[in-house]
């Protein structure tokens, strides 16, 4: 694997799930792989799991990492080619990867969307000039449309409880929130389940629809109460819509999940990426009760950050050995 910005990225998702089950067993079995390595991690955008469980990942494979909160602490960077830079922008993103790509030898960053400018962030351009001027690997560490290593982790949550012959019935459900929010998780994980053998179904408004490049061929179902019938696991999420884009119109029946919501399921188990508003998005007794695999989820961003960084490398090694 070259690099990670999309399941596009893996050429076998159920493989590179089943290796992070593995590597769990022995998280510290690979820690001379990247050994006098350097993980630079770049975040435009605030951060918990995402930071910590990739340095761990760093840490786990004998890497060092480095960390840059270029939204706060960096230079305003320089998006456009052929820019004149004559405002408040004071480095180009050609020279800050350049830069990048002699002190690291992955890069991962973080680059939330717009949600104002549909094109710019359904084209990715943020992501893209990286990738184009970067000379070493690229992890999207949640970019404008995509999260793909909470995806791999939830994939990876979903692998590990379910254990029934049949294909588990996966929802993914809208939820409540205060302001708008981006449809990463949300695009990245319909992604990810139409490659695992589950029955996949997304649950919204009329109105909050996602990009249409993500949900093709995915059953909608705009009642909620019909799609958590017989539902095993229920992802719940709150994202703005594609169209009008970025907005937050108004939604006037109950949206969000309750315990008497979830008797319609099959025992269904809860999920979430975290950060969760709590009694806003999911009320405190699914999240702290005990069909929630939100600590799983969590836990496991650390093998699905370790699993990719450990494919990079291995990639790297054999391009040097050839
Ligand atoms: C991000 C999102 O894409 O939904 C990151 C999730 C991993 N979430 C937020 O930005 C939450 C912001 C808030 O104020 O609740």
């Known amino acids: 694997m070259k690099n990670f910005t999309s399941v596009n990225d893996v050429a076998d998702p159920i493989g590179l799930i089943k290796e992070a089950i593995e590597l769990k067993k022995n998280p510290w079995a690979h820690n001379a792989l990247g050994k006098n390595k350097t993980l630079g991690l770049i975040f435009l955008n605030p951060s918990l799991r995402t930071r910590l469980s990739s340095q761990k990942a760093a840490q786990l494979l004998g890497m060092n990492a480095i960390v840059m909160n270029m939204d706060k602490e960096g230079w ?126 997304i649950t919204h408004p009329k109105g909050y629809e996602l990009a249409p490049a993500f949900t093709k061929g995915v059953k909608i179902e705009h009642e909620q109460e019909k799609a958590l019938e017989g539902a095993d696991f229920v992802y719940v999420k709150n994202w703005s819509p594609y169209e009008p884009y970025g907005q937050i119109p108004e939604v006037k029946k109950d949206w969000l999940l309750s315990e008497q919501k979830m008797k319609a399921t099959n025992n269904g188990y809860i999920m979430h990426c975290l950060p969760v508003r709590r009694n806003v998005e999911l009320p405190d007794e699914l999240l702290d009760g005990k069909r929630s695999l939100i600590p799983l989820q969590a836990e496991n961003r650390l093998y699905s950050a370790t699993v990719v960084l450990k494919r990079i490398l291995e990639t790297k090694k054999e391009l040097q050995h050839a």
């Not at 004149?84 to 922008?89: D, E, L, P």
């Not at 302001?179 to 990810?192: T, Y």
């Open 76 to 201: 305003a960077l320089e998006w456009s080619d052929g820019a004149i830079m004559n405002t408040n922008k004071t480095e180009h993103i050609k020279d800050a990867a350049m830069v990048l790509s002699t002190y690291c030898d992955v890069i991962g960053m973080r680059c939330f969307p717009t949600l104002t400018d549909r094109e710019a962030d359904y084209s990715e351009h943020v992501l893209k000039q990286l990738l184009k001027y970067s000379t070493v690997p690229v992890i999207s560490l949640e970019s404008a449309t995509l999260h793909p290593l909470q995806s791999l982790a939830d994939s990876i949550s979903i692998f590990e409880t379910w254990n029934k012959p049949v294909k588990p019935k996966v929802v993914l459900s809208w939820a409540p929130h205060v302001k708008a929010l981006p449809q990463a998780v949300s695009n990245s994980f319909s992604e990810w389940m139409q490659k695992l053998d589950v029955d996949f179904t």
